[in-house]
T-cell receptor, first 115, second 110 residues
């Protein structure tokens, strides 16, 4: 079964609005989660590392004020896309890693379309 | 320079063919390497880890060349169901981040 679960799977929003995506770890505590985005026919691009109880670490070029990450508990990290624009339309995928660090568990992805 | 570079393809091969993908990484201290498979509109799924000694799982063989800083994936006797995008993934050991190659698209043709 799924180890990491995302919600919603699909979302359409109007330009200028905000969208929150949830990422939950099931049956394990994830002190660290990762947020990726993937545009059509491109690979996953790491956006940020979400650390439980502290601020997220953003990759270069990712606007931290636009992509708000909150990791308030060991089983939940959220990504809020603020003031969404059509160019933000893509799939957002979260992941966590096993205790051994050898396996990446991915959420099912959240497909965002901004109209 | 990108952490991980990969030929995006596409590779179109007939059933039964052997196909190989390569992926290079920039950080010589990288410790963990993986091949993931991603089907259209799905999340990536682990195909296999890549060990220094190389490893094989059925029709799939993965190898690591630390001297040249690349990993490879060999698929023998391709099946239609092998059609997907194959992503190489590297942990550069600067944290717990994992970096992905652009993915190589494979289509196996009947």
């Amino acid at each position: 079964g799924a180890v990491v679960s995302q919600h919603p799977s699909w979302v359409i929003c109007k330009s200028g609005t905000s969208v929150k995506i949830e990422c939950r770890s099931l049956d394990f505590q994830a002190t660290t989660m990762f947020w990726y985005r993937q545009f059509p026919k491109q690979s996953l691009m790491l956006m940020a590392t979400s650390n439980e109880g502290s601020k997220a670490t953003y990759e270069q070029g990712v606007e931290k004020d636009k992509f708000l990450i909150n990791h308030a508990s060991l089983t939940l990290s959220t990504l809020t896309v603020t003031s969404a624009h059509p160019e933000d339309s893509c799939v957002y995928i979260c992941s966590s890693i096993s205790y051994s660090g050898n396996t990446i568990y991915f959420g099912e992805g959240s497909w965002l379309t901004v109209v | 320079r990108k952490e991980v570079e990969q030929d995006p393809g596409p590779f179109n091969v007939p059933e039964g063919a052997t196909v190989a993908f390569n992926c290079t990484y920039s950080n010589s201290a990288s410790q963990s390497f993986f091949w993931y498979r991603q089907d259209c509109r799905k999340e990536p799924k682990l195909l296999m880890s890549v060990y220094s000694s190389g490893n094989e799982d059925g029709r799939f063989t993965a190898q690591l060349n630390r001297a040249s800083q690349y990993i490879s994936l060999l698929i023998r006797d391709s099946k239609l169901s092998d059609s997907a995008t194959y992503l190489c993934v590297v942990n550069p050991r600067t944290g717990n981040q994992f970096y992905f190659g652009t993915g190589t698209s494979l289509t196996v043709i009947p």
